[in-house]
């Protein structure tokens, strides 16, 4: 790595979209730190990758986890230029054999438990919050800041306020952690601006991984592509925007 190779960091990247990111990323020239909660997990998919790719432990529900990985990236790099907050739960008992149709059918707002929704904004939404504040100090270091929050779709709510056949997906659990993750990267983005931070929110689309036990349709490169897009914007690029691929713009 020489002094000008952009630095970032993927959370739950040891599998599924965050994994493919990391490569395509590494592929790039970039030096990437694959973050997973599991740092086994996290060693045995960096193995796999060519490139400079770090393994690096973090589970973004432990405030220790994520103050000790912030410490490291300090010593060992200086510096962050892209953050990716891309590590999310759609479902609380770890369970991603449960088939789409059941889990929609459990996850209704009348059925889903008050637990099971607090579990999973404490992944998707308070994750995300804490990982990057704890994570600026270090993207202030950097000429060329940026956030890139993997949202979904399923978090718009204009789009859930249509009729569409999708929405019958939208619940106080997964998708309304998606919808209050887009309100929290566009107070980073207002904040962030001044300073030429640009924080931005993508959405994969319905992509075969874990999170729906493989029923998406899309591959994981489909899935990886617009973060990774996002994450490689010039200085003219936007920032506060949601997008989908390519370069698609999302309704909040
Ligand atoms: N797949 C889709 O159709 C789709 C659609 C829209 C948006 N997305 C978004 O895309 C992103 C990636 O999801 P995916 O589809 O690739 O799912 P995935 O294959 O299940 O990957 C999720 C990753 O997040 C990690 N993770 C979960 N809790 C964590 C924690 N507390 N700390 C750190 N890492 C944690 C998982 O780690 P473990 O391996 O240890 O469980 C895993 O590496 C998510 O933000 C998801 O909401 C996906």
């Not at 020489?2 to 965050?18: H, K």
């Amino acid at each position: 790595m020489t002094e000008n190779t952009r630095i970032a960091l993927v959370t739950g990247a040891n599998q599924g979209i965050g994994l493919q990111i990391v490569t395509d990323l590494a592929a790039n020239g970039l030096t990437v730190l694959l973050a997973s909660r599991n740092l086994e997990r996290g060693k045995a998919a960096a193995q796999k990758l060519e490139g400079d790719v770090h393994p690096i432990q973090l589970d973004v529900t432990d405030e220790a986890s994520i103050r000790a990985a912030a410490a490291l990236v300090e010593q060992q790099f200086g510096r962050l230029d892209i953050l990716i907050n891309n590590a999310a739960i759609s479902r609380a008992n770890g369970q991603h054999t449960e088939t789409m149709q059941d889990y929609i059918k459990r996850s209704r707002a009348t059925l889903i438990s008050v637990d099971e929704v607090r579990t999973i904004w404490e992944t998707n939404v308070f994750g995300v919050l804490t990982v990057t504040q704890a994570f600026v100090p270090l993207l202030r270091k950097s000429d060329a800041a940026r956030i890139v929050n993997v949202s979904s779709g399923l978090g718009s709510l204009a789009f859930n306020s249509t009729p569409n056949p999708y929405r019958a997906t939208f619940n106080p659990g997964y998708g309304a952690s998606k919808t209050a993750l887009n309100a929290i990267t566009l107070a980073f983005a207002i904040e962030l601006e001044e300073e030429g931070i640009k924080v931005n929110a993508v959405t994969p689309g319905f992509t075969a991984t874990a999170l729906n036990n493989y029923e998406g349709t899309d591959t994981v490169e489909q899935g990886a592509a617009e973060a990774v897009r996002v994450a490689l914007l010039g200085s003219e690029g936007p920032t506060g925007t949601f997008t989908g691929s390519v370069n698609q713009t999302y309704p909040w």
